[in-house]
């Protein structure tokens, strides 16, 4: 093995840093092997690995949603700059202490702001930074895609609500 394959390892789909070990880029979703088949049906070949719930699926059972592949039933998930919402509300201090708990949990939970844009009639994405420049519709939290399934549950516990 080369020393440069082993460093600069990036996915093809993505262009993300993937690890030499992966099967799939956890960034995307996209396959680097062609023998691994749908979990759903076992003969076809999967066309992606579904960033959320790591399991392989074919054409019919999983989507790409702006080039991130997902299956059918986590493609209605919100994501975002390559993160998934967790948890949305308007109120300040309800979420900053969801992110705590799942900081406490060992998460790693990112906070945005979702502007909403009348002008150009969608929906603008800013850092929590600026809040205070701007009116605030919705405040999420963000963890990474393999965290989602658990953090979820980690959130049930505390019956948390959005508002
Ligand atoms: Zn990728
Ligand atoms: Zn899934
Ligand atoms: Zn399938």
Excluded: W
């Amino acid at each position: 093995m080369k020393k440069s394959q082993q460093l600069n390892l990036t996915c093809g789909r993505c262009e993300k840093p993937v690890k030499q070990k992966d099967a799939f880029c956890r960034n995307c979703g996209g396959l680097f092997s062609n023998d691994i088949f749908c979990v759903n049906h076992k003969s076809i070949q999967a066309e992606g690995v579904c960033v959320i719930c790591s399991k392989p699926f074919c054409k019919k059972c999983g989507t790409d949603v702006n080039k991130i592949f997902l299956c059918d039933n986590h493609s209605d998930l919100e994501i975002t700059e390559g993160m998934v919402r967790v948890f949305g509300s308007t109120d300040n201090v309800q979420v900053q202490f969801v992110k705590t708990c799942l900081e406490q949990a060992g998460y790693h939970p990112f906070l945005y702001s979702r502007l909403f844009n009348p002008a150009a009639d969608k929906i603008a994405i800013t850092a929590v930074r600026n809040y205070g420049k701007h009116p605030i519709e919705e405040q999420k939290v963000l963890v990474p895609f393999s965290e989602l399934l658990t953090a979820t549950k980690e959130l049930k516990k505390h019956k948390f609500k959005e508002v």
